[in-house]
């Protein structure tokens, strides 16, 4: 299984691992007034950082220590305050109802059962406040580029790397970085359903080389 502390305990960290800060959420950001945000699996803090530059109360999740001190030393160096805890993003989240205007999980969600990830988008609807942000990039099935190898297995024509389907939409890579870790990877249509049924009106919705990018909004009519 991929060990997250050694990874963010790199100098250079690659590129895999990183999430860029979209363009699409920038442009819906100048129109908002935005107190407080929350970041699922914040990494290298580098996101968090250029939203507590604006002024926003930046808070942020993840499960690797050496990510969370590297966050630290990086909101050190640009002389900004995040509020960052260790913990799994994949339990209940340590905030109450309606605290945030902003909630975003840049690749960090396609790590669990599909059942699992609901659930975090469960949680990501309580902690929102009216009209709030969810931002989301994860792993779209619809781009997978596989050849068989033989029974569930399967090699990854992009990276070369050998993985185990456990269903259509489930697989454990074989190999690399991520060994022995579960994913899930939603479907373009599959994921816009389950993020409506929860409540959310969606805003922006992507399909990117290997991801999907999915911005939506706490909708009024179901405001808690």
Not at 92 to 115: C, E, I, M, R, W
Not at 172 to 179: D, Q, R, T, V
Request: proline letters at 1%.
């Amino acid at each position: 299984m991929v060990h997250y502390d050694a990874v963010w305990s790199k100098k250079n960290v690659p590129s895999h691992f990183k999430a860029e800060f979209s363009e699409e959420l920038k442009e819906l950001l100048k129109e908002r007034n935005i107190t407080n945000c929350l970041d699922l699996g914040f990494g290298e803090g580098e996101y968090l950082v250029l939203l507590a530059k604006t002024g926003i109360n930046a808070y942020g999740l993840d499960i690797s220590e050496q990510g969370l001190i590297k966050a630290l030393e990086n909101a050190k160096e640009a002389n900004v305050n995040l509020n960052l805890q260790k913990k799994d993003v994949f339990e209940t989240l340590p905030f109450q109802n309606n605290f945030f205007q902003l909630v975003s999980a840049f690749q960090s969600l396609s790590h669990n059962t599909k059942d699992k990830i609901l659930d975090v988008f469960k949680e990501v609807y309580r902690v929102l406040d009216k009209n709030g942000l969810f931002a989301l990039k994860i792993s779209n099935r619809e781009s997978f580029r596989q050849e068989h190898v033989e029974g569930n297995k399967y090699r990854d024509l992009d990276y070369g790397l050998l993985y185990e389907m456990v269903d259509d939409q489930t697989y454990i890579p074989l190999e690399g970085k991520e060994k022995g870790l579960l994913h899930f990877a939603f479907k373009h249509k599959q994921l816009e359903e389950e993020i409506e049924k929860l409540g959310f009106k969606i805003l922006v919705s992507k399909r990117l080389k290997f991801h999907v990018l999915l911005i939506a909004e706490k909708d009024n009519n179901n405001w808690q």
